[in-house]
């Protein structure tokens, strides 16, 4: 049969499949984060995307109880950023995350065993604050209730509980992670490199999804949060910080992204969400190559400075524990680069634009383009630092960018459907492997891809159907045929190939 008496094999619509992303401008992250981020994307063979993604999450976390940022338009927004990595498995995110992220466990193992060491010292101290309150209430009740209060005055406050030594919470319920925001740290980050648990959790389940949603979003918006339980009534937290980062596989990505209801409540406005090209099947080891020092160096750098901003005093009221973050202004000049950008935004989310699909991003791209602006500028100089440069600015309106391309790509995707991507798999390898001209279910069942392999008969003959409706097998052969020296009953025609 000659070739014109074949259909020409139609490209399998995936659903949920995206274009190829941008490259990351690894660049724009400067000297020291943008040399981590290289450095941990060669040591680890991940793409920069998802070790910048890692890197830039543990900057916010150290650097958000220091500083607010004070945009053009005269508001003092959190510096906090809520990231998303959309990675496979195997793509080694727990890898990256943790090479990312050491430091902050380091800090945090000190603390606990700080903690656990002063333990005794504060109990014994709340039991002699309560015996002189005894002994203080017994000697002045008969001199009347002004030398009550004045002793009590005299006996100063309860001594505090300490902060539970918490930096980063994986998963569970926000109620769990408001009540950590009372008796922990006022800065904290909701951080996972298993972010399916979290999407699967009691939190996004249909009758707590919407609380948090609102709770999250209050949070990157730097609002008071409310907890509110049966038995301790509510609590209103003020002065908390969170930064937010999961790393999901693109299977359960939909069930973020795709969500319309995240979408109209504005959550997916405040991710940054990038999801790089895998590298599994390219990430070959010389064995014989010389060892690149300069890694090593480039992370070594990156986790000094790390380790000494998350360990600098936060600036907090000792009472409540709220923090007062410093309000640091852009330069006049990068507060022009500001004015363009967001002009920029506003025309392309237009009903005309071009972003007009991801509006809510866009139109907030401007404000994360800052919070990055500060997050590096911050981690670059120091707390204390006075303004931000337009250097600076400039480098968050080019991140801003990169993930306002990832948003345009990726917002609104379903999730993959499972049938369709196998039957991209079985195609590829009917088309590089399959050396016959005719296949059958038991051939893919014992012998093909990962992907059907092994798998239910059912389940590998509607792959096969997917196949036959974009004309990469022909319909099934009334005869059936010849596959592997077996007369098989049902088998269908291979109709693409390697040209």
Avoid at 8 to 21: D, I, Y
Avoid at 146 to 174: C, F, S, W, Y
Avoid at 308 to 327: F, G, S, V, Y
Avoid at 403 to 411: D, I, K, S, V
């Amino acid at each position: 049969m000659r070739d014109a008496d074949f259909a020409r094999p139609e490209p399998l619509s995936l659903m949920g499949e995206v274009a190829k992303g941008e490259k990351y401008p690894i660049h724009a992250l400067g000297e020291t984060i943008g040399g981590a981020v290289a450095a941990i994307s060669e040591k680890v063979m991940v793409p920069p995307a998802l070790a910048a993604n890692s890197v830039l999450s543990a900057c916010s976390l150290a650097v958000q109880p220091y500083v607010n940022v004070l945009l053009p338009i005269g508001d003092a927004r959190p510096v906090s950023l809520f990231l998303v990595t959309v990675a496979e498995s195997g793509d080694r995110k727990s890898t990256t995350d943790n090479l990312a992220t050491g430091e902050i466990a380091v800090y945090q193992r000190e603390l606990q065993e700080h903690h656990v060491r002063s333990e005794h010292e504060i109990t014994a101290r709340k039991l002699a604050w309560d015996a002189s309150k005894g002994e203080a209430l017994a000697t002045s009740k008969k001199r009347g209730r002004e030398a009550i209060e004045q002793a009590l005055n005299d006996l100063g406050a309860k001594p505090l509980d300490p902060m539970v030594p918490t930096i980063t919470v994986r998963v569970g319920t926000t109620q769990g992670l408001l009540k950590q925001f009372e008796i922990a740290r006022p800065s904290l980050g909701l951080m996972s490199d298993e972010g399916g648990s979290w999407l699967g959790g009691y939190g996004l389940s249909e009758d707590n999804r919407l609380f948090t949603v609102a709770t999250l979003s209050d949070l990157w918006d730097g609002q008071p949060v409310q907890r509110l339980t049966a038995g301790e009534g509510a609590t209103s937290l003020y002065g908390r910080r969170l930064t937010f980062h999961m790393m999901i596989q693109p299977v359960l990505a939909g069930r973020l992204l795709g969500d319309a209801e995240f979408k109209g409540q504005g959550f997916l406005s405040r991710l940054l969400v990038a999801q790089p090209e895998s590298l599994v099947g390219t990430r070959f080891v010389d064995p014989h190559a010389p060892v690149d020092d300069t890694i090593a160096q480039r992370i070594d750098s990156y986790n000094r400075r790390l380790a000494q901003i998350i360990r600098a005093k936060m600036p907090m009221d000792e009472d409540t524990r709220a923090l007062r973050p410093n309000p640091v202004p852009l330069s006049r000049s990068a507060q022009i680069l500001w004015w363009d950008f967001s002009n920029e935004m506003e025309k392309r989310a237009g009903k005309d634009g071009d972003m007009s699909e991801v509006r809510g991003f866009a139109l907030k791209l401007a404000e994360h383009a800052a919070r990055i602006a500060a997050v590096l500028s911050v981690f670059q100089q120091g707390p204390r630092i006075e303004e931000i440069e337009d250097e600076q600015m400039a480098n968050g309106i080019l991140l801003a960018r990169y993930y306002l391309a990832e948003a345009a790509r990726l917002f609104g995707s379903a999730s993959p459907n499972p049938i369709i991507m196998a039957a991209q798999k079985v195609s590829d390898w009917l088309k590089d492997k399959w050396g016959e001209n005719l296949i059958s279910v038991g051939i893919l069942q014992n012998f093909g891809p990962p992907a059907v392999k092994k798998k239910a008969a059912t389940f590998v003959k509607d792959v096969i159907a997917v196949l036959v409706e974009h004309d990469h097998l022909s319909a099934r052969l009334p005869s059936g045929g010849m596959v592997s020296g077996n007369k098989v009953r049902d088998v269908w025609r291979v109709q693409v190939r390697n040209d």
